[in-house]
């Protein structure tokens, strides 16, 4: 087989003083720790999007990075893309991938004809991908024009319709090749204006193409977590699916709880003006943490930019969720990310992942010394300590009722000497012990 990263040796793991920039320095995809080899712990994957077709395009210029793959015919380009995804899989070590359908078999003249290049791919796909595995798949029911005005959200029912069959054929791409996840997002559910929308047909549209999607992927076989990603903007200006707790107002009104978790992306949470953690906080104490779309922003720009994640602080605090939340089950961590237009070379891929895998091997590590280290959950507990006996345990007993608690306010007189300090200076300075003790 055709090797497209000739010159580039598996990465291996080289420990935290290795100077080779074509080497871990952290993340030891045997290393046991927590009871389970890291590669199990974070089980990273590879976007088909971004890592196998985006090519640096932007609104100023077109694209620096060669997503040919030595091709011109499309069908070509597509085999080639398996084939190269594959060689940086293995070299990563990485063992889950993620695609649009439009990612992995290009749009023909109809659907018949386009489904059928899908069924070619995914044939190539199955026989070649060895032990790789497919943490979920998704369709892509935004890029066309039909799509202009939304897909399951359009003001057409034939637009829906058409959405209807693509994510038919997207979630049995996704059952074929065995994946255990299927995410809708909603890349122009949403709207411009209010002026030309009815907001209330297209939420519950929206919410009825979601379960035919679960009829139907059950009926098939498929056992694995239907996801929907938060994005608050972009491309729509106001997406429906806006942050985590949007998302789950939408999944309880709608009765879609049971099928439905949620795959966060750092970038779109800050786009909310939330943080990363603060998402996955939200989807965790709702029983709903599901995957995540690993990737950062720019704290100077507003907008999606995709970028490899080395914020050590950001992937530390995530880690902690994911530990927290029991660790992944059926999801796992996606670089929705992508190099920027200037890292234009093919050794750039590698510098890209392994710099994204260190971040979140070293953020993992980190994050399991700082619940070990107890300092941090031991202050919030005792901070909380109040809730655990007399009046506190009768509040949450349900004991307590307005009745009792203004007698109990009555004879206390006031409150103002039951508070201690937030001591957030001090808990921020045990992460940074934590940190820069390892
Ligand atoms: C867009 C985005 C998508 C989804 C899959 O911002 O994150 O790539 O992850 O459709
Ligand atoms: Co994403």
Not at 199 to 210: F, G, H, T, V, Y
Not at 220 to 229: A, T
Not at 338 to 347: I, L, M, N, Q, V
Not at 352 to 373: H, P, S, V
């Amino acid at each position: 087989m055709k090797e497209y990263f000739k010159g580039i040796e598996k990465i291996r793991y080289e420990g935290k003083d290795s100077k080779n920039a074509l080497a871990f320095k952290y993340y030891n995809p045997d290393e046991i720790v927590n009871g389970k080899p890291m590669r199990e712990n974070l089980k990273f994957a590879l976007s088909w999007w971004h890592t196998m077709g985006g090519d640096g395009t932007d609104m100023f210029g077109v694209g620096t990075q060669d997503k040919k793959w030595g091709e011109t015919d499309p069908m070509a380009v597509a085999k080639a893309k398996v084939d190269a995804a594959f060689e940086i899989m293995d070299k990563l070590s990485i063992d889950y991938f993620c695609f649009h359908d439009r990612d992995i078999a290009p749009e023909a003249d109809n659907l018949g004809l386009t489904n059928e290049r899908i069924d070619t791919i995914t044939d190539y796909m199955k026989e070649n991908m060895g032990s790789k595995k497919l943490l979920w798949g998704t369709a892509n029911c935004f890029a066309n024009p039909r799509y202009m005005h939304g897909a399951g959200t359009s003001p057409s029912a034939d637009v829906f319709a058409f959405a209807a069959a693509q994510i038919k054929k997207a979630i049995e791409a996704t059952v074929k090749l065995g994946g255990n996840g299927y995410v809708f997002w909603g890349g122009r559910e949403g709207y411009e204006t209010l002026l030309n929308t009815d907001m209330k047909l297209e939420q519950d549209n929206m919410a009825r193409l979601m379960r035919m999607a679960v009829d139907y992927a059950r009926s098939i076989g498929f056992k694995g977590d239907f996801y929907i990603e938060p994005k608050p903007k972009e491309p729509t200006k106001h997406q429906y699916d806006f942050d985590t707790a949007t998302v789950l107002g939408f999944l309880r009104k709608y009765d879609l709880l049971k099928d439905f978790r949620i795959n966060i992306e750092a970038n779109h949470a800050t786009l909310a003006q939330h943080t990363f953690q603060h998402e996955l906080r939200v989807a965790r104490d709702n029983g709903v943490f599901g995957s995540i779309d690993a990737n950062q922003g720019d704290p100077l720009l507003g907008w999606d930019t995709d970028q490899f994640p080395t914020n050590i602080y950001d992937a530390v605090f995530c880690m902690y969720e994911v530990i927290k939340a029991g660790g992944f089950t059926n999801g796992g961590l996606n670089f929705d990310a992508k190099a920027r237009r200037g890292s234009f070379t093919h050794e750039d891929i590698f510098n890209c992942y392994i710099a994204g895998m260190d971040t979140f091997a070293l953020g993992y590590k980190a994050a399991l010394r700082l619940i070990e280290d107890g300092r941090i959950e031991n202050f919030v507990s005792q901070r909380y300590s109040s809730f655990d006996s007399g009046i506190g345990a009768d509040i949450i007993s349900g004991k307590a009722d307005f009745i009792s608690l203004e007698k109990y306010a009555l004879e206390k007189g006031d409150v103002l000497d039951s508070l201690t300090s937030g001591e957030q200076e001090k808990l921020e300075a045990i992460v940074n012990n934590i940190l820069f003790s390892m």
